[in-house]
Nanobody, 122 residues
Framework: QVQMVESGGGLVQAGGSLRLSCATS????????MGWFRQAPGNEREFVAA????????TYEDSVKGRFTISRGDAKNTVYLQMNSLKPEDTAVYYC???????????????WGQGTQVTVSS
């Protein structure tokens, strides 16, 4: 069983930055690909970014390319999402997830965090 806790969310003005963290329990972090998803009010949860085991493969959703950066710190069992140039449309609850492959599909992830709220004001 993997437990995951997100942090770093908050309220920021448009153009600002936030860094989300997702700390995981257990000694198997290195064996998982990690992903970030988000869900805005009234919308379905959507893919944001994913990073493979070892960090060699990274994928982004088109709307965040060039603004968001996913990374992982295996020594700290943590995955990060650096978010720059934030826009009001980035407002959502952000979730981290762990799975066997760095997929953009939610069904490929086995474990999920509880989510952290990101609000971007205009």
């Amino acid at each position: 069983q993997v437990q995951m806790v997100e942090s770093g969310g908050g309220l920021v003005q448009a153009g600002g930055s936030l860094r989300l963290s997702c700390a995981t329990s257990g000694r198997t972090f290195k064996s998982y690909a990690m992903g970030w998803f988000r869900q805005a009010p009234g919308n379905e949860r959507e893919f944001v970014a994913a990073i493979s085991r070892g960090g060699l493969s990274i994928t982004y959703e088109d709307s965040v390319k060039g603004r968001f950066t996913i990374s992982r710190g295996d020594a700290k069992n943590t995955v990060y999402l650096q978010m720059n140039s934030l826009k009001p449309e980035d407002t959502a609850v952000y979730y981290c997830a762990a799975g066997a492959s760095s997929s953009r599909y939610q069904s490929d992830y086995d474990y999920w965090g509880q989510g952290t709220q990101v609000t971007v004001s205009s």
